[in-house]
């Protein structure tokens, strides 16, 4: 199995920075997108920005030019720096990974998410 786990949500104010990271573990053969998705209250899922295992990018329009997504491969981890932030940006924000598990799992796809971690930008 893989286990998606973020960290880094918070209450901060419109015009400040977080940063939110999303470690993965378990039987991990190679990984090959990694993103971040957000859920407002009364709203769809929707895809923030996703990051390649070269490196390629890219975002939705709302938040290019203010976030920024990045990876560490060794650490197997996804990263989500977010600048300028406004209160639209409030949302609980979701780490997903694929990729292929390791050979004790027959190299078995795979497409898991995180369990979440809410970000909330108010006054």
């Known amino acids: 199995q893989v286990q998606l786990v973020e960290s880094g949500g918070g209450l901060v104010q419109p015009g400040g920075s977080l940063r939110l990271s999303c470690a993965a573990s378990?039987?991990?053969?190679?990984?090959?997108?990694m993103g971040w998705y957000r859920q407002a209250p009364g709203k769809q899922r929707e895809l923030v920005a996703r990051?390649?295992?070269?490196?390629?990018?890219n975002y939705t329009d709302s938040v290019k030019g203010r976030f920024t997504i990045s990876r560490d491969n060794a650490k197997k981890t996804v990263y989500l720096q977010m600048n300028s932030l406004k209160p639209e940006d409030t949302a609980v924000y979701y780490c997903?990974?694929?990729?292929?598990?390791?050979?004790?799992?027959?190299?078995?796809?795979?497409?898991?998410w995180g369990q979440g971690t809410q970000v909330t930008v108010s006054t």
């Open positions: 378990g039987s991990i053969f190679s990984i090959n997108y």
């Open positions: 990051i390649t295992s070269g490196g390629s990018t």
């Open positions: 997903s990974a694929d990729g292929t598990m390791g050979p004790y799992d027959y190299y078995a796809r795979y497409d898991e």
